[in-house]
């Protein structure tokens, strides 16, 4: 890939010549003109420009919203707005204290966009009233920076991911800057803590750069922060061990004039400018040693320009500033001249002019067009995202001569076209991983390409995989990868992240604000679709040979299923051209979160590319091979399916009830894409009653071999009419065990325990079968003496393959389980 | 609290001798038997001491393990044994590389205390083939530190809780220390990154000492680590920065002799503890300021004294040493010698005597009794639990002279009487959360006692109620108050956790580890039950008017749904008194994780004392006052519902029901304890289905407005005999909102929408009240219109109570809601 700009104009150095009274006057009013917006939109709802004298019933009478962080982050969007003109720059604002909404809102109507976007936001007098009124307003806006919010690709409700969010959007974008904000009180959180590392797995050539800046304005809710109550040499010591260079900016105490701040803050954003000019320049030279990026710590006082104090207490410069200061402004005269005090010391008079638009000179300020960050493209990354080229799956099908005639690992085929998949998109398309896509068997993706890494090399990374670029990117935190993941995806590039299913729960709570970004985007015109956020969770609950219980856990799926339907999907493919098949459809989606679950050890497969891709499209079906229907008559028990393992232990069950039970019509029933079995009503994917009694009957015993917690298929079936038969098996919190079988038979998933369930459930078998339920029953105990007294499965569970799939199957099978598996 | 040990002996200084030649002879001699029992636990079957050749069928079928952290672990192990003796200290072990479970289970087996729990792990031939054979073995032990391993609190499955759990640990322990080894690979986790800062939470006086060891090996699975590729430079000032003094370490490397290493470890060791014991003395005199407390870096190869080479691979000191450093060790004679060379290198002969049992001279390495750290009491701490002194919580009721007739804020009554539970247990109860229990409203607890905070303070501070000892520990990171809380549960004391509900899902999957590890210990007898995990989720969906919809998520209930029944309670207590019964309960309890959702805004409160207790005791029933029930007769409809708000809708919709349909016949069931719901062969707390049908009938429509997601209504109660009839309204993922009303009628919720289903619900109220469901729709346009002009919710909503309770209530509700919520 290549520089998209001209490298002689991008990151160039500034003038040199320091900054003058005028402009430093432009960013003062620019700052004031922002903070008076975002003052008024907190506590206005007419009267907008003070007109005529402040009443009671100007005021909101809720009054919801977050002031302590805002001036500070309109300071520097005011400076940043400077920079960007006099540089060029390219540019994006992540607001890390995104509790800081009406910052953003304020800014971006500066700057025009916001207008833009939301036609009837005009910029006059009545469009301020609009914007004031709307904020944290029924049917308005939310407080937050949000999907609403122009320029913004951070929503700033839960904290702790503005870092990884940064670096996800400047990989591959090699031009962009963007500034990072990091409030004090996330920088407490985990999952920031670690993000500052992110610059070692920074290519300082063909990736951006992320300036961060830590906003120490020392406040959480009611506590100080932790890192505003070190010393300064600790601080600085931290910033210089994450690996960066420290910028000190101190402003606004002990009555600071405002201009002297200004002067003094844009000084020091020049030097940090120029230093990461130079770094660009040496990068572009041929050197990508990780230099010691620049970041500013910024230390402010909260609240920064609200009143010093309200009814005696200190205000601004407390925690008493984080959220609404003067929480009671409509209650007394007095309360209400307080507000009327604050909102005039901002002199709007001097800002807007007589129709309420902004004065020309401050409107200067602003960049122009997609330079405004606000309107930057990046932040709005569907209208950069460009279709993967998409190398055809078909091309890497396992040869299936036979349902269950081959033997082949799914995760590791997928990885053969992934390889194809890096080769045909190399500046677009990443794999996320905590360490894991080698022990997920993606490794065919190296011959390709690297994991980027960009700290120091020892001889004995020789054969590791190393490289300053590629397109694996591993860092063992899950919040990392999914941080890097969506700022990728959400600045309009492909992904995925592979993960242990167990420990993707670490990012429970990522998922949820990302499906709920998606969700509101959805209702958004101007916000344009942007590629799914696809799981690849393998190293799956049902083999974890070597960690046992505290790695199972196939919950997330139940986690995902709470959010919209026309958001996430879940799929369970059963073999490697099924896994091929789903995922070719993943990587070509828009908007959605699909999880699909896939195995890595060696396991037979069952259909062909040709079954594989018709199945996926069914999304469920009837494997008639497996079966013992007579056409056209109801069987008299289904065969439910769901992931790879309870598939194999399905088709174990059918076919000793095909030995020992001739007569009994059995259907067999896999399903892929999960969401088929709600009803359509509930999921775009659902299907009809009358399609899903047409597989399952309406009074026929279903039992089901499930692939996680047994509860999410009745969730799924309830309301359908032949719910009360179904019989569900899964994982119910049984585990430690360290051989596949062991482990299928304590969750009493396995072959012997579905043939009991079978027997139990079509009446009339019960008293028939006696002695074949005892031999299950027996053949249990059997299977379970053998391992432990061997140490591995009962031969005959082992070597096991599908009657039509010849022995030599069995023998590979069995050949490769002996190894063990290499999970981590 | 005072201490518990004489300070004349706790944290003495050393001898100042050194260690002698003989001493660290015999440290090696442990370090060679703990490796060598290591070894033998991942490869062997039999033949424990090679005293016969070694052959394919002495070695396990299956080899899974993890080797590579595993004699790092062992060599810290043997010297905090030595300096434990030496010094009497009080000490445990957390492993955070917990895949070097062989290492832990060795090390206690060679202190005795392996053999005292597990009687047939006898201290012979015998008993060590058993012990080699059990680990990761069908039916034997997991291959992690986990449950079954003395001497442990910390499961290692899953990374990133090393530090905040030791931390947790030495709260109120003021004698004890905890090494807390963590791994290069887990310190790149979220978690532990910023876990690094809780020696701010520190007193020096009153709470233990952690001492972290960074064990940098270098390698996870597949890659090296962030922090052995980073500069000593870095390193230092990264850890200057966390506020430690950090000690570094390098051996073993360049063909280092072991005794050398020795030497040096062994005095630096000194070096630490003689640090620490200062800093302890100067606490005892006085000085509570926030020490630069020690730290070790220690770096050692990787697989450390296994095959340098493996098949012409570079073997220790790499990655390939994570796992199985010669996973194939059965495939040829050459590799079975591989395996037998290495097993001889630490000559066991010199180190177990003709019976297997270890030599005299190693074993006095091993502390005495209790200070052995298999089998420290704090590592098993239901051992040193005390009840709770808990005051009569009676006491702190809220008068409710009729339903509905009084206001209260739940969890500010809560506050109250935690107050006085932390009066009454000055140094064995805590509460954690992430700044925000002065915003749960519990801020009487403030009365009493303080945050604790050892970082620096600013005058504003005065009436921050910040001091060196508090009961409250705060800082925003939900995954340090989980692992803190852990750590002090796990230890043998009592705790809970407030959070806002949505952002509970951060510690997901702490919790699964969590009950995962309370799960297991139920099954082994020696491990003495210990304090519940105790949740209180306030701040939660509905009353999100600040914050919108990225702060709205119910789910964490379902998911701690998937673990164990016997472990998981949830609570929905619909007002204070039910909620101060509640909690009592709670923090009686032992094993469980309980789960309490809780309103803190102003609400009404409808049960007395008296009633609150008997309905908690039943966990849910019939409100005969809410309802129009004709004694002895069905009714026509079953108004359900869990949960504050949903409670208060559904008596507004009883309400109305009352007053437009009199002849209808409605039932009001509420639930407080939601596990009640299931059916009694799911979980313990589960109802008949006699006694669920004779509460909400099997034929009659049921309307049940739920808290949460809707489908774990369905879930839960899907086998009843009226299941079909149960319509369920709750949570669907609609938010973005400022108003109560606005946010329930979003979600159908609302009083007018559950009339609505009950007309459409109960045969032949659809034609009959036609009006009346006309007259619900335009009540719910109107009264979404009035909130988008008004910005609050419409008068008849808002000043709504409950017919017996009067107007004043009213005026008092619509007061306090007037002010808007607080909520951040």
């Given at each position: 890939m290549t520089t998209t700009a001209d490298p002689a104009t991008a990151w160039r150095l500034g003038s040199g010549e320091g900054v003058s009274e005028e402009t430093l006057e432009r960013v003062d009013r620019w700052w004031r003109a922002a903070n008076y917006l975002s003052v008024g939109q907190i506590y206005l709802l007419a009267n907008p420009l003070l007109r005529t004298p402040l009443t009671r019933d100007d005021v909101k009478p809720r009054l919801l919203g977050h002031w302590g962080t805002t001036p500070g982050l309109n300071f520097l969007y005011a400076h940043t707005n400077r920079a960007i003109v006099e540089r060029d720059l390219d540019a994006i604002y992540i607001a890390g204290p995104g509790h800081g909404g009406p910052g953003l809102v304020a800014n971006t109507y500066l700057d025009g966009t916001y207008s833009e976007v939301y036609s009837h936001i005009t910029p006059d007098e009545e469009g301020l009233r609009q914007l004031f009124r709307q904020f944290s307003f029924p049917g308005g806006v939310p407080s937050h920076v949000a999907p609403e919010t122009p320029g913004s690709i951070h929503e700033g409700g839960e904290l702790g991911y503005a870092l990884s969010h940064a670096y996800g959007a400047v990989f591959d974008n090699p031009e962009l800057l963007v500034l990072a904000v990091v409030g004090d009180g996330e920088a407490e959180t985990g999952p920031l803590a670690t993000s500052w590392h992110s610059n070692k797995f920074v290519n300082p050539a063909r990736d951006g750069v992320v300036l961060p800046v830590l906003h120490l304005n020392g406040f959480k809710i009611a506590n100080p922060t932790v890192l505003d109550r070190i010393t300064d040499d600790e601080l600085v010591a931290l910033m210089r061990g994450y690996g960066h260079e420290p910028y000190l900016f101190v402003g606004g105490f002990d009555d600071e004039d405002h201009l002297t701040a200004h002067a003094r803050f844009a000084t020091l954003l020049d030097e940090v400018l120029d230093d990461i000019a130079r770094i660009k320049e040496r990068a572009r030279a041929g050197d990508l040693t990780r230099p010691r990026w620049p970041m500013i710590i910024f230390r402010t006082p909260k609240g920064w320009t609200c009143p010093p104090e309200i009814d005696g207490k200190q205000t601004e410069g407390s925690w008493r500033a984080h959220q609404v200061p003067l929480a009671n402004a409509r209650d007394t005269p007095e309360h209400l001249d307080v507000l009327r005090g604050w909102l005039e010391s901002y002199r709007a008079e001097e800002l807007f002019d007589a129709t309420g638009r902004l004065e020309p000179d401050i409107a200067q300020l602003a960049p122009h067009g997609e330079r405004r960050m606000g309107a930057n493209p990046h932040a709005n990354g569907g209208l950069l995202t460009r279709d993967l080229r998409l190398?055809?799956?078909?091309?890497?099908?396992?040869?299936?001569?036979?349902?269950?005639g081959a033997i082949a690992e799914a995760t590791k085929v997928l990885g053969e076209w992934l390889r194809e998949v890096i080769r045909a998109n190399p500046d677009n398309f990443r794999i996320f991983g905590p360490d894991e896509t080698a022990s997920n068997r993606l490794s065919a993706v190296y011959d390709t390409t690297s994991k980027q890494w960009n700290a120091e090399y020892r001889p004995i990374d020789d054969d590791d995989h190393l490289a300053p670029e590629g397109r694996v990117m591993e860092m063992l935190s899950e919040h990392q990868c999914q941080g890097w993941l969506e700022g990728y995806l959400l600045t309009g590039r492909h992904g995925l992240f592979t993960s242990y299913e167990a420990f993707i729960h670490i990012v429970d709570s990522m998922f949820n604000q990302h499906a709920k970004w998606l969700k509101v985007t959805q209702r958004i015109p101007w916000r344009r679709p942007i590629p799914s956020l696809n799981y690849l969770l393998s190293s799956h609950v049902w083999r974890q040979d070597h960690n046992g219980f505290s790695h199972q856990d196939p919950g997330f799926i139940d986690h995902v299923m709470n959010k919209k339907a026309e958001i996430v999907r879940v799929y369970l493919p059963p073999d490697a051209n099924t896994l091929l098949s789903t995922y070719d459809h993943c990587l070509r989606s828009r908007d959605y979160v699909n999880v699909v679950v896939a195995g890595k050890q060696p396991a037979p497969q069952f259909l062909t590319m040709e079954q594989a891709v018709a199945h996926c499209t069914r999304g469920l079906g009837i494997w008639e091979w497996a079966g013992t229907e007579v056409d056209g008559e109801d069987p008299d028990v289904v065969l439910g399916c769901a992931g790879d393992v309870p598939t194999l232990e399905t088709l174990a069950a059918a076919d000793l009830l095909r030995r020992n039970i001739p007569d009994l019509k059995v259907r067999v029933v896999n399903v892929?894409?999960?969401?088929?079995?709600?009803d359509e009503r509930e999921h775009p994917h659902g299907l009809s009653d009358r399609d899903f009694d047409g597989l399952f009957t309406d009074d026929k015993p279903v039992v089901f071999a499930y692939h996680g917690y047994p509860w999410l298929i009745h969730r799924l079936t309830y309301r359908r009419a032949g719910h009360a038969n179904i019989h569900v098996r899964g994982y119910k919190e049984e585990g430690t065990t360290t051989t596949p079988f062991d482990m299928v038979m304590l969750n009493d998933l396995d072959r012997y325990h579905l043939v009991i369930d079978v027997i139990d459930r079509v009446p009339g078998l019960g008293s028939q079968y006696a002695g074949l339920r005892q031999r299950m029953v027996d053949a249990r105990l059997a299977a379970r003496q053998y391992t432990r007294e061997h140490g591995e499965d009962i031969p005959e569970v082992r070597d096991w393959?599908?009657?039509?799939?010849?022995?030599a199957v069995g023998q590979e099978a069995a050949a490769a389980l002996d190894t063990g598996g290499d999970n981590e």
């Open positions: 190398p055809d799956f078909r091309g890497f099908a396992v040869d299936v001569p036979t349902p269950g892929v894409d999960l969401m088929r079995l709600q393959v599908w009657p039509d799939a010849g022995d």
